[in-house]
C-alpha cells in the first residue's frame, strides 16, 4: 500500500509527537486511577474490569519491551538493584495501602486482618516487581553490550 | 535566542516568510518561530533554508560565543 504524503513539517511533527506522548500517558494513568476505583472503592471484581487491565498491560508492556529493545532504560533511574529496590519498595507500599483500604471497607471489625492482607499484598508486590525489574535490567544490559558491539552503519 | 540573521537575509532578498516557507516545504509559523528562536530546526531544513536563501550555513545559524544565550 502507497504511503500517503505527509502534511506536516518537522515542527508540527514535534509538537503532534508531544501531544501523542502526553495523551499516551494521560492513557495510562488514566487507566491506573480507573483501575484501583472500580476495584477498591466501587468494588467491583476482575472480570468486570478485565477490559481495562488488559489495555493497561498491552501498554505497559509495549512500553517496556519497546524501551528495552532500543536501550532505554529511563530518564533518571539506573538499570540496578538499588534503584530497583526503590522503586520495588514504593509499588509495595501503594499496594499494601491500597489492599488495607479495600480490606477495611468491606470489613471494618477486621483490623488486624486488614494489615496483615497489607503486609502480605505488599511483600507479593515487592517480590514480583524487583523480580520483573531485575530480569529486564539484565535484559537491558544484554541489549546495550549487543548495540556497543555492533559496527557502525556506513552513511547512516 | 533570536535569528536576526535569518531574518535580515530574508529581507534583503525581498522575501516573505510564506515564500520562504513555501521553498523549504514548512508553514509560515515555523519560519516564524525559527527567526524568534523558538524552534530549533533540524540540520536538514537549516540546509534548505540556506539554499533558499542563497547563503551558507555558517552565515545564518553559527553564533559567535559573545552572542550565545544560555
Not at chain 1, 15 to 25: D, K, Q, S
Not at chain 1, 64 to 70: D, E, K, W
Not at chain 2, 1 to 28: C, H
Not at chain 2, 54 to 63: I, M
Request: charged share 25%; hydrophobic share 50%; glycine share 6%.
Amino acid at each position: 500500500m502507497r504511503k500517503s504524503k505527509n502534511n506536516l513539517d518537522e515542527r508540527q511533527e514535534q509538537m503532534l509527537l508531544r501531544i501523542e506522548h502526553n495523551g499516551c500517558w494521560i492513557a495510562f494513568w488514566g487507566l491506573v486511577a480507573v483501575i484501583i476505583i472500580q476495584r477498591v472503592v466501587l468494588d467491583f471484581d476482575s472480570g468486570n474490569i478485565a477490559g481495562e487491565l488488559i489495555v493497561f498491560m498491552m501498554l505497559a508492556l509495549y512500553i517496556a519491551v519497546g524501551c528495552i529493545r532500543r536501550g532505554i532504560w529511563d530518564r533518571r533511574l539506573r538499570p540496578d538493584t538499588a534503584s530497583n529496590r526503590i522503586v520495588s519498595l514504593t509499588a509495595a507500599l501503594i499496594t499494601g495501602i491500597l489492599r488495607f483500604a479495600y480490606m477495611i471497607k468491606n470489613f471494618p471489625h477486621m483490623i488486624l486482618n486488614a494489615i496483615a492482607a497489607g503486609m502480605i499484598a505488599a511483600a507479593v508486590a515487592f517480590a514480583v516487581c524487583f523480580a520483573v525489574l531485575q530480569f529486564s535490567a539484565v535484559l537491558f544490559r544484554k541489549k546495550q553490550a549487543k548495540m556497543e558491539e555492533e559496527p557502525p552503519e556506513n552513511g547512516e | 535566542m533570536r535569528n536576526l540573521k535569518l531574518k535580515f537575509r530574508r529581507i534583503e532578498l525581498e522575501m516573505s516568510q510564506t515564500k520562504l516557507a513555501e521553498k523549504v516545504g514548512v508553514t509560515r509559523q515555523t519560519i516564524g518561530l525559527i527567526e524568534a528562536g523558538d524552534f530549533n530546526p533540524s540540520l536538514k531544513l537549516c540546509i534548505a533554508i540556506c539554499k533558499a536563501l542563497d547563503t551558507t550555513l555558517n552565515d545564518l545559524f553559527w553564533e559567535e560565543n559573545e552572542n550565545e544565550e544560555k
